[in-house]
C-alpha cells in the first residue's frame, strides 16, 4: 500500500540583527540550507489484466470458434438459445430471433430470421452480427453456408441436463458474461443435484405416456428412444411406454396405448388446449389405467422441451407428477 507523501517546512533564512550604526564590524549572514526533499513514494506496478476478447471455444459440435471481439449484435437460431441469452442480460444484444422463440416477453418484438423451420440468410446478413448461436435443431448445411459467408457461428446441441448447464457457461464465456453464466449454472446445478437425491430414494419406476401432439387423437405423436424428453423421463424416475418405439418422435396408437397400460399420461399438447376431459372423452381411452384414475397431467412443454435455463424447472414439474411422495 503506498504511503502518503511527509511535506517538510522549509524555514526561511534569518539574517542576523544589523548591529548599531557605527559600532563594531558588520555581522555576516548564516549560510543557506539546502531544503531536504520530500521522500518518493514507491511506484508499484498497474496490474496486468487479460482482456475477455479476442478468444476461441469449442462448441458441441466439436468446432473450434474463434471469437474476434465482445459481440454486440447477436442471433439465435432456437428458443432455447435466446433464453440463454435474455438469461445472461443480453436481450438488448439479440437482433434476430425465431418465429418460435416466445419467452421472454421481449424476444416476440425481435427480427424473425427463421419462420416455419426455413433460415432467411438475407435478412441474417443485413442484420450483420457478431455472433450467431445455432442448435441441433439447425441443419449443418445451413451452418456451412453462414460461415462461408464469415459470419461466427457457435453450435448448442447438449444431450443432458450436465451439458445444457456447461453450455451456458460456454455462451457466457462466447459473450462475455461468464460472471452472470456461473451464478445460473450454479443454481441450476444445486437444484438439480437436490432433485436427484430425493429421486435416489424412490423403489419404483411408474410407466408414463408423454403426448405430443393429439392432431389426430387416435394416433397422438409421443416420445421414443433417444428423445430428449424420454431422457428427462427416466432421469425423473419413470419409464417410457414408449420405449420399444423405432422413432423419437412416435405415433402412437389407441391399440398400443391399451396394451401399454400406463399409470400415467403427461400432456406436453396442453399449450394447445387439450386437457384431462378432453383426452378422457376420446374412444377406448377409457380402459387406460392412467385415465381410469385420473392420473392425466398437462404440463408447460417449453419447460421441458428447451434446453435451456428453464430446463431445471421442467424436471422438477416431472419429477412432481411422477413421485408426488417426494414432496408431500
Known amino acids: 500500500m503506498h504511503m502518503p507523501n511527509r511535506v517538510l517546512s522549509i524555514l526561511a533564512v534569518i539574517v542576523l540583527a544589523i548591529g548599531m550604526a557605527g559600532c563594531g564590524p558588520t555581522p555576516m549572514p548564516e549560510p543557506t540550507r539546502a531544503p531536504t526533499p520530500a521522500p518518493t513514494a514507491t511506484m508499484l506496478p498497474t496490474p496486468t489484466v487479460k482482456p475477455e ?19 454486440e449484435r447477436i442471433i439465435s437460431l432456437a428458443p432455447s438459445n435466446t433464453e440463454i441469452l435474455f438469461a445472461l442480460g443480453l436481450g438488448d444484444k439479440v437482433v434476430g430471433v425465431t418465429d418460435a422463440c416466445d419467452y421472454p416477453a421481449q424476444a416476440k418484438s425481435k427480427e424473425k430470421v427463421v419462420s416455419l423451420g426455413k433460415l432467411n440468410q438475407e ?26 459467408l464469415k459470419l461466427t457461428v457457435l453450435v448448442l446441441d447438449p444431450k443432458d441436463l ?7 457457461i460456454l455462451a457466457g464465456a462466447a459473450t462475455g458474461t461468464s460472471k452472470e453464466a ?3 449454472a450454479d ?3 444445486q437444484k438439480f443435484e437436490s432433485l436427484r437425491a430425493r429421486i435416489k430414494t424412490v423403489s419404483t419406476k411408474p410407466k408414463v405416456f408423454y403426448e405430443l401432439d393429439a392432431t389426430n387423437p387416435a394416433k397422438p405423436y409421443t416420445v421414443g428412444p433417444g428423445n430428449f424428453i424420454d431422457y428427462m423421463l427416466q432421469m425423473a424416475g419413470a419409464t417410457n411406454a414408449a420405449a420399444g ?26 399449450n394447445y388446449g387439450i386437457t384431462p376431459a378432453s383426452v378422457k372423452a376420446r374412444p377406448g381411452w377409457d380402459k387406460v389405467k392412467a385415465v381410469k384414475n385420473g392420473a392425466v397431467y398437462p404440463i408447460d412443454d417449453t419447460l421441458v422441451s428447451r434446453p435451456g435455463p428453464r430446463i431445471i424447472d421442467g424436471f422438477e414439474a416431472l419429477v412432481k407428477i411422477v413421485h408426488p411422495e417426494l414432496f408431500r
Open 123 to 148: 435478412k441474417i446478413v443485413a442484420l450483420k452480427p457478431d455472433l450467431i448461436l445455432a442448435a441441433g435443431i439447425t441443419s449443418k448445411d445451413d451452418v456451412k453456408r453462414l460461415e462461408e
Open 245 to 270: 418405439a423405432k422413432a423419437m418422435w412416435a405415433e402412437f396408437s389407441t391399440e398400443e396405448l391399451v396394451k401399454q397400460d400406463p399409470d400415467l399420461i403427461i400432456l406436453g399438447d396442453s
Open 53 to 71: 476478447f479476442p478468444t476461441s471455444v469449442y462448441d458441441d459440435w466439436g468446432r473450434k470458434v474463434d471469437i474476434a471481439k465482445k459481440p
Open 162 to 168: 450436465d451439458v445444457i448447464i456447461r453450455d451456458i
Open 182 to 184: 456461473t451464478r445460473i
Open 187 to 189: 443454481g441450476m446445478n
